[in-house]
Structure formats: structure tokens, C-alpha cells
């Protein structure tokens, strides 16, 4: 069985990568911090997500195939607006790439 939870924490957006840190993990809950960075070279697809258990998430996809699940956002548009605008400019497509009223982003990983 594999449960996953919540972590509360921070997201930073930079120009060249995305970052989260908590102070908790999904593991132990205390103890350990949890730490992840992504370079936007490395991101494929990003989408707004919303269901009944997580209203306001964003799917990031990397070119690995890994799923990451940023949810629980207080500003959820501006911050997926944001994360839009530096993979635009990192990868050299201008906003217009957006599909779908600018919910989902697809990068193109073979591009």
C-alpha cells in the first residue's frame, strides 16, 4: 500500500528551475526535510489540476516520465501563470504554446 500526504511547505520559482522545501516528509512526518529542485530544461507538460480531494494542483511531467503533484495553492492561477512564463522563456516558445484556455502546457519532449 502506498499512502501519500500532504506536505506543507514552500515552492520557489526562479529563472531557470523550481524548487519546493518542507520541514516535513511524507515518511515520518518529522524529522527530515524535504527538498526537490527541477530545472525547467527538464520539464515537459505542466497542467492546472482540480478533483474533489485536491481542488487546485498542478501537474508538473519531466522528460524522465516522473508525475509531480504541487497542490493546496493559495494563488494557484498566478503560480501556474509564473512556472508558464519561465518555461516559455527557458525553452524559447513564446506563452502562445499554451492549449486549452492556458491550462496545460506541452513542451514537446522530442523537440
Given at each position: 500500500m502506498?499512502?501519500?500526504?500532504l506536505i506543507?511547505g514552500r ?7 523550481m524548487?519546493f522545501?518542507?520541514?516535513?516528509n511524507d515518511?515520518t ?8 529542485s ?5 520539464i515537459?507538460?505542466?497542467q492546472k ?6 481542488p487546485n ?5 519531466t522528460?524522465?516520465g516522473k508525475?509531480?503533484f504541487?497542490?493546496s ?8 501563470d509564473l512556472?508558464?512564463?519561465q518555461l516559455s522563456s527557458?525553452?524559447?516558445?513564446s506563452?502562445d504554446?499554451r ?9 514537446g519532449?522530442?523537440?
Amino acid at each position: 500500500m502506498s499512502l501519500k500526504i500532504l506536505i506543507q511547505g514552500r515552492l520557489y520559482v526562479t529563472s531557470r528551475r523550481m524548487c519546493f522545501h518542507s520541514y516535513f516528509n511524507d515518511k515520518t512526518i518529522f524529522g527530515k526535510e524535504t527538498i526537490f529542485s527541477i530545472p525547467f530544461s527538464n520539464i515537459s507538460h505542466i497542467q492546472k489540476k482540480s478533483n474533489v480531494f485536491v481542488p487546485n494542483s498542478i501537474s508538473v511531467q519531466t522528460k524522465e516520465g516522473k508525475e509531480i503533484f504541487i497542490t493546496s495553492f493559495m494563488y494557484r492561477d498566478q503560480a501556474f501563470d509564473l512556472i508558464q512564463k519561465q518555461l516559455s522563456s527557458v525553452n524559447g516558445r513564446s506563452a502562445d504554446s499554451r492549449t486549452n484556455s492556458g491550462d496545460q502546457m506541452n513542451l514537446g519532449v522530442n523537440d
